[in-house]
């Protein structure tokens, strides 16, 4: 299988460019789903494809409405910092109106920290690139409140929903993000960052390693930690690798976990759980920052082959089928395709 690799990336991301609603803001899937709202974890996950091909205006755009969600809701934050939340609906919530950047007030996982580590994750990458959208005093005070949020949260030891939005447990991919972020910000002179806030966060990453949680000894969410956040050693960088693909692969799509409920195609809910199609591009982008050329083309080709005949990624297909959920094309998978298929052209490109 060749890749025609400028081609490719050019109409996957056009395909993510029809999920945005005003500049930056993408919601996750198309109106017509159940996925017609925005993320502040989708719409950070989608920004690293234009990163990564060099769209620094559509990055921008998109951590401008990310700063501006949280302006708009600083009197929440400000009352989180003070009071420390303990139900789900004090946390910052992280799906929001893609138009009037309300939060949705129903029922759901709304404590997710990982989410706000990567809101502050994007905001400091681009200010140490030089490329700042922190433009007004307000809104470089409200750097400093995500700062301060994080540390009032005590992120190390909170149980919260997690990527996946489920079980209140301590994820070690929660950590890792605001572990990741706080290091970006420690580097910011006019950013106060308590030294033990990272202290900490490396510390409980390192005791919870190589599992995801309590209940979780192998999840999706753990690659997170290797891209884009990079804070595992190259023993549990292995150690998660060797997890993920002997316990998750499967042929369309990585697994989140065993015994995923989430689009399960047994009627039990047992076994034959959905086939994520960014785990492939997943796997394939670190293996092309590994330098690993034959396993990143290796997943690379199965992420093509996970391309519908229409031409877009599926959030996941149902196990052992060739049927996608409604949520095609998913923003955040569509991404992830255009970084590995940018990753692996640079290795190219470098001879490797």
């Known amino acids: 299988m060749k890749f025609d690799f400028d081609t490719d990336i050019t109409q996957h991301l056009d395909v993510v460019r029809t999920l945005e609603r005003k500049p930056g803001v993408f919601t996750a899937s198309l109106d017509d789903t159940f996925y017609n709202k925005a993320w502040l974890r989708d719409i950070y996950f989608i920004t690293l494809g234009f990163l990564e091909t060099g769209d620094l205006k559509t990055t921008k755009n998109a951590a401008k409405a990310l700063l501006s969600v949280f302006v708009k809701h600083k009197d929440k934050i400000n009352w989180a910092i003070e009071n420390k939340p303990q139900e789900a609906w004090q946390y910052i919530h992280a799906r929001f109106h893609p138009e009037s950047f309300e939060e949705y007030w129903e029922e759901w996982g709304n ?151 989430y689009y399960n195609n047994n009627v039990d809910g047992f076994s034959e759980e959905a086939e994520w199609c960014f785990g492939l591009a997943w796997l394939a982008i670190i293996y092309a920052e590994r330098g690993d050329k034959e396993k990143a083309y290796y997943y690379l ?28 094309p998913l923003g955040w998978a569509e991404s992830m395709y255009v970084v590995a298929l940018q990753k692996v052209k640079e290795l190219e490109a470098n001879g490797v």
């Open 301 to 328: 080709r199965r992420t093509k082959n996970a391309v519908t005949p229409e031409g877009v990624v599926p959030e996941l297909y149902y196990s052992n089928t060739d049927k996608p959920n409604p949520n095609t």
């Open 111 to 261: 404590s997710q920290n990982d989410a706000v580590g990567e809101v502050l994750n994007l905001l400091t990458t681009l200010e140490l690139m030089g490329e700042s959208v922190i433009e007004t005093a307000e809104e470089k005070e409200m750097v400093q409140k995500i700062v301060d949020y994080l540390v009032a949260v005590e992120y190390w030891e909170d149980e919260d929903n997690g990527i996946w939005e489920e079980n209140l447990e301590v994820h070690a991919s929660s950590i890792g993000a605001c572990v990741a972020a706080l290091k970006k910000a420690e580097q910011l002179d006019w950013l106060e960052v308590p030294a033990t806030a990272i202290e900490r966060g490396e510390h409980a990453l390192r005791a919870l390693l190589p599992r995801e949680s309590l209940t979780k000894f192998a999840d999706l969410a753990l690659l997170t930690l290797i891209y884009p956040f990079a804070v595992t050693t190259e023993a549990e960088t292995v150690e998660i690798l060797k997890n993920v693909e002997y316990h998750l692969v499967k042929e369309r799509g990585v697994i989140r976990y065993k015994f995923d409920r």
